[in-house]
């Protein structure tokens, strides 16, 4: 049976909140989140039945959250998982967990950049997260993922290089999250 995640499925807030509102797949979690890496270091950790602790980690695996290196052997934990479903849901339904952020969303776009500054970098920190770090973007790439959230795609550039989120080479031809 194949455990790995569809690739083009990124696990919902309310898909993760089920595949953990078992206590046997929490308790997986739990262990994989210090350092457990196989079924018998599971089941060692949480007292699970070896066969109870398997299913519980084909789960975890086939919903996302954990993955299994064929190599190895090994279980892991997805560290972004959690952090590309917030997103995700920020996009789709404006909410910003109550600290004013949410308001500037609507149907997985910026209606504008706030002026608040300490809302803005809430929001623009949303933003940056659709940048990885480590990779260089050309600015054409820059613009065109600005562009998919506000039409003023410069100003919001702007702001994120400007609140030290993105950095622009000298040139001004490519950009970093920083």
Partial sequence: MDTA???DHQPSCRDLVGLLAQPDRRAAYAALALGATSVAGVAERTGLRPPAAAAALRRLTAGGIAELDAGTGAYTLRDDT???????EVR????????????????GRLTSIPGNAEVRARVLAVVADSFDAGTTYSEAKVNAVCGEWL???VSLRRALVDEGLLRRNESGTAYERA
């Fill in 5 to 7: 995640p569809a690739e």
């Fill in 151 to 153: 039409d003023d795609w």
């Fill in 82 to 88: 959690f952090r590309l479903a917030v997103q995700a």
């Fill in 92 to 107: 789709l339904s404006g909410r910003g967990g109550g600290d004013g952020a949410g308001g500037y969303f609507r149907r």
